[in-house]
């Protein structure tokens, strides 16, 4: 199995930062990789999918980028909608598998 | 519009039984990939089954979970036998996850396995 392990776990920010999420995976798989947004209570949201490509509704504030192994989901200004919890996915191959998540929090 | 409405959930007991449903609508279902992703409370996203070309399921599930589809109902289900306590989550159904840009997932259904 492809193990997804994200980093930070959490991390505080302000209104107007920009963020860096992390997202490595044990094997390369290429640029199958997917980044959700989660609020509680909510379903998750796509973002960014083929690693780098901006989902259709998504703001471009969020972007993603890298191949084979490690990846970076960015928020380039981060506001208040943006509180929430970050997830890497990876869709290589069976199983699918998830990073552990980032929450993102008001500093 | 693209629809995905779960249900079934519910409280069952340790070593019950519960099937849910996925209802779709608003795209071709029976060309469709179609999963069951499931998150336990205050934890994280985990895969646990799809149902294709053909059919896979997590370790964590394998042996008690069984995934099925009606195409001509435009429904999918997920038939949860022998429940544990560590299954009590919400259960999302998604649409496509290998063609994340065609995705899409429903709300989700929450299911408690407790005595």
């Known amino acids: 199995d492809i193990q997804m392990t994200q980093s930070p776990s959490s991390l505080s920010a302000s209104v107007g930062d920009r963020v860096t999420i992390t997202c490595r995976a044990s094997q390369g798989i290429s640029n199958s990789l997917v980044w959700f947004q989660q609020k509680p209570g909510k379903a998750p949201k796509s973002l960014i999918y083929?690693?780098?490509s901006l989902q259709s509704g998504a703001p471009s504030k969020f972007s993603g980028s890298g191949s084979g192994t490690d990846f970076t989901l960015t928020i380039s200004s981060l506001q208040p909608e943006d509180f929430a919890t970050y997830y890497c996915q990876q869709y290589y191959s069976y199983p699918l598998t998830f990073g552990q998540g980032t929450k993102v929090e008001i500093k | 519009e693209v629809q995905l409405l779960e249900s079934g959930g519910g409280l069952v007991q340790p070593g019950g039984s519960l099937r849910l449903s996925c209802e779709a609508s608003g795209f071709t279902f029976s060309n469709s990939a179609m999963t069951w992703v499931r998150q336990a409370p205050g934890k994280g996203l985990e895969w646990v089954s799809t149902?294709?070309?053909?059919?896979y399921y997590a370790d964590s599930v394998k042996g008690r979970f069984t995934i099925s589809r009606d195409n001509s109902k435009n429904t999918l289900y997920l038939q949860l036998n022998s429940l544990k306590a560590e299954d009590t989550a919400v259960y999302y159904c998604?649409?496509?996850?290998?063609?994340?840009?065609?995705?899409?997932w429903g709300q989700g259904t929450l299911v408690t396995v407790s005595s």
């Open positions: 998604a649409k496509d996850l290998r063609r994340p840009w065609d995705a899409y």
């Open positions: 149902s294709g070309g053909s059919t």
């Open positions: 083929a690693a780098s």
